[in-house]
């Protein structure tokens, strides 16, 4: 149970601390509306994630007997975590990010993460393999990993919005570049076990 608790906390951290357009959006709502617009569109992923958790977790009990399959869906899980831990280390400048969007609604946010491919990477690579690891060790545990995963990812956010309402000066600051260049690692580390998990599957190891 630990596991996934911790795999949880790391995935959400990183997801929420990593540059891209929902964090971009949670920024710049922030700047432009104070802490409670950047507060609102952290909080979406609970309202646009659920239908790709649902679709996952069908197709999960379709292809639980299918070990080839979940083998290619582990490789293809590692390579996007390798993608995101590579990204973490090496990240560009979140400010630059900030002025190239233009303002934007929560309900515009919304639509944005709906129609942003990486909840669907995600889930249908990295989480269907973790879900399906937690799923063996039945429902509590698999409950534990996405209670763990959403804390984190919107309190990442969360937490951003309120540090920048502060402080301009902690995206760029030396706190933000530790902490996400210590999640890059973590993720590589990741990347490999899922490398190898699917490896197995298909029997290569």
Known sequence: MTEFLTLGMVLGLSAGLSPGPLLALVISETLRHGVGGGVRVALSPLFTDLPIIAV?????????????????????????????????????????????????????????????????????????????????????????????????????????????????????????RTVTRLLGLALCVLALLLFRDGLQLLGVL
Do not use: C
Not at 117 to 123: G, M, R, S, V
Not at 133 to 148: E, I, K, N
């Open 56 to 176: 996952t977790l069908f197709l999960l009990t379709r292809l639980a007997d299918h070990q080839p399959v979940l083998g290619a869906v582990a490789l293809l899980g590692g390579a996007f975590i390798l993608s995101m831990g590579l990204g973490s280390l090496f990240p560009r400048p979140a400010e630059a990010q900030v002025q190239a969007q233009a303002p934007r609604s929560l309900r515009k946010g919304i639509l944005v993460n709906l129609l942003s491919p990486h909840p669907y990477l995600f889930w249908m690579t990295v989480g269907s393999s973790l879900m399906n690891r937690a799923l063996s060790q039945g429902t509590a545990a698999l409950v534990l990993f996405l209670a763990a995963f959403y804390v984190a990812l919107v309190g990442a956010k969360i937490a951003t919005a309120l540090l920048v309402g502060r402080s301009r000066a902690f995206l760029g600051g030396p706190v933000h």
